[in-house]
């Protein structure tokens, strides 16, 4: 029995939805393109600076003190594709929309310390990933407040620091993978573990069946392993994510985070690795031709591979529902893009005005441009609807959402939907006995609708028992639902 309390539960995957009884059918939804937040265009940047990750920090009020109520806190790598020495830089922001690159003084460029880097090759060599998070685990000590992870071969390493700024290395995380992306770890405060998602690989025999190109060795096939530890110290043997497609698709970055409006869920943005096995017309037409064949002179999968991205969410950190359609594809072709670069979504999510007055707020979330332009590298800001990432959707004809059984507690029913002027939703709560309690007709375009039932009472009478939601809906999306003592 599941038993959701008052949290909100999205419906992202089947996990409280009885499958043999539903018949809407899930629905991704891919972010909007805005504009463009950052530009590395400063001497020790280029169109290679790739792997930024940020989070909020109301501990930390900016280098130069100008934000009172905390920022956030944004890590990257600073680098040029024709000049590959790899550096960490740093960047702030107040609301996720103007950010900032402050003068550290920390490390020179070309005899100057006028820059924003944090890193550089006295402190290791050329970094190929750096990601950072503000350990808020009680036990953590001060010196160790805020963590970065990094490959640092043959291994994946824990970095320390106490200001988010001046990292020293530590200690090593697993020696048991590639790593050779944006690798990322987290306090999971719900769980009381850490855990940590990093690049990996896995090989597959030639006469596997599967349904995407493969390089041209057919087996080896670029992954995700997670593995955990209570004290960021000792951790457990690496694992291979399970995916509930079955299919062998190449994926690099994972962005795997908590979600925040449902802490008990993990959703991710890995990235598609997507290789052709040879040149055909289609890349005559993409734009780009003459770089794309320059590149493939480097290797031949510069040229061949593309990228998108992908959606993928998660209860327990290990099985995963993954989409099989693209979250964020390649935008349309401009000649920079379609390559080998594209759709890499950066780690960490924030919550933004909408540029529509009136309109609920929105979820930010952030994007590489430019990857092989030899042209400053942009950061784009996409929007995602709160609870947006997918929605389960009735077209033009009545569907039916049925859930597992489940307590909650509560006095009032409040969803997250959407429906046309025609559309409309009916939820019905129904007890041990058969008894039922329908709502009023529900129509609309909301984050947060209280449900009307014909008994007002119903919802209250309910709370702590087990029931079940039946959901009648026509030409709507249901994104999520929770129940709440707010009437």
Not at 118 to 141: H, Q, S
Not at 153 to 159: I, K, M, Q, S, V
Not at 285 to 307: C, D, F, H, N, Q
Request: hydrophobic letters at 35%; a negative charge.
């Amino acid at each position: 029995m599941l038993n959701i309390g008052s949290e909100r539960e999205c419906l992202f995957d089947d996990h409280i939805i009885d499958t043999e009884k539903t018949t809407a059918s899930f629905r991704l939804h891919q972010p909007v393109p805005q504009e463009i937040v950052l530009r590395h265009d400063a001497p020790w940047e280029g169109d290679g600076s790739d792997y930024h990750n940020f989070f909020f920090d109301d501990e930390w009020h900016g280098v130069n003190g100008e934000y009172p109520n905390g920022c956030y806190r944004m890590y990257y790598l600073a680098w040029k594709t024709e000049n590959p020495v790899i550096r960490v830089a740093y960047a702030e922001s107040a609301d996720g929309l103007r950010w900032s690159k402050p003068s550290l003084g920390m490390r020179s460029f070309e005899g100057s310390l006028d820059n924003n880097l944090i890193l550089d090759l006295t402190d290791f060599g050329n970094f190929d990933n750096f990601m950072v998070f503000r350990d808020d685990n009680p036990a953590c000590p001060p010196e160790k407040r805020y963590k970065g992870i990094a490959a640092c071969l043959p291994g994946l390493w824990a970095w320390v620091s106490p200001d988010g700024l001046h990292f020293t290395k530590d200690s090593c995380i697993t020696e048991n993978g590639d790593f050779d992306s944006l690798n990322v770890a987290f306090w999971d405060r719900d769980e009381k573990i850490y855990r940590c998602f990093f690049r990996s690989h896995y090989n597959i025999g030639p006469d596997d069946p599967h349904v995407v190109p493969l390089p041209n060795d057919n087996s080896h096939v670029r992954f995700i392993s997670v593995t955990e530890s209570k004290d960021f110290v000792t951790w457990t043997e690496p694992e291979f994510l399970s995916f509930d497609d079955g299919e062998h698709i190449p994926l690099y970055t994972n962005v795997i985070q908590k979600y925040f409006r449902s802490p008990k869920t993990l959703i991710g943005f890995p990235t598609r690795y997507i290789e052709r096995q040879e040149w055909n017309g289609s890349f005559d037409e993409l734009g780009g031709r003459e770089s794309r064949l320059e590149r493939m002179k480097m290797s031949v999968r510069y040229g061949l591979a593309i990228t998108d991205c992908a959606f993928i969410v998660s209860r327990n950190g290990h099985d995963f529902h993954r989409y099989t359609e693209a979250f964020i594809p390649p935008l349309e072709e401009d000649g920079t893009n379609w390559v080998y670069g594209d759709c890499y979504p950066i780690y960490g999510l924030t919550v933004t005005k909408s540029a529509r007055p009136g309109a609920p707020d929105e979820i930010s979330m952030y994007m590489k441009e430019k990857q092989w332009t030899n042209t400053p590298a942009l950061l784009r800001r996409y929007t995602v609807r709160m609870d947006g990432f997918a929605s389960m959707y009735a077209g033009g004809s009545e569907r039916m959402i049925v859930t597992k059984p489940f307590v909650y507690s509560g006095d009032t029913l409040r969803v997250n939907f959407a429906t046309s002027a025609r559309g409309w939703m009916y939820f019905t709560l129904i007890d041990q006995d058969g008894g039922r309690y329908e709502s009023e007709e529900t129509f609309g375009n909301t984050i947060d609708r209280r449900v009307h039932f014909a008994d007002e009472d119903a919802v209250k009478k309910l709370s702590g028992k087990p029931v079940t939601l039946e959901i009648r809906m026509i030409d709507a999306d249901l994104y999520s639902f929770r129940f709440s003592e707010e009437r």
